[in-house]
């Protein structure tokens, strides 16, 4: 399995950005029993959970910081599984991986929980 993020940038506090996770190695379907999920990272700091879906039925669960401001989704035609942030803060500037894990997604899910990560994005928001 191989992920590669895409999307990233810089953006005012306030503004929006989507990223993209494009997955190589399984295919999206119903039948898909895979969890895919977005986590980031700052310097010094663990990496923290942000957004996950289960792949067959599209359920999602978010961390409290970006809940109602940030939505998972997964296109099955095209493989891939998105990330549209609004109402950016600053204290979303981090380096954003996908990750991806056979089986339902814990919905307390963790960084812990994944074996396979993209190469990151990075994302930047000034005030």
């Known amino acids: 399995v191989q992920l590669v993020e895409s999307g990233g940038g810089s953006v005012q506090a306030g503004g929006s950005l989507r990223l993209a996770c494009r997955v190589s190695?399984?295919?999206?379907?119903?039948?898909?029993?895979?969890?895919m999920a977005w986590f980031r990272q700052t310097p010094g700091k663990e990496r923290e959970k942000v957004a996950s879906i289960n792949i067959n039925s599209g359920r999602t669960y978010y961390a409290d910081s970006v809940r109602d401001r940030f939505a998972i989704a997964r296109d099955n035609a095209e493989n891939t599984v998105s990330l549209q942030m609004n109402s950016l803060k600053p204290e979303d500037t981090a380096m954003y991986y996908c990750?991806?894990?056979?089986?339902?997604?814990?919905?307390?899910?963790?960084?812990?929980?994944?074996?396979?990560w993209g190469q990151g994005t990075q994302v930047t928001v000034s005030s």
């Open positions: 990750a991806a894990a056979a089986g339902l997604c814990p919905p307390d899910f963790h960084r812990l929980d994944f074996l396979v």
């Open positions: 190695g399984f295919t999206f379907s119903y039948y898909t029993n895979y969890c």
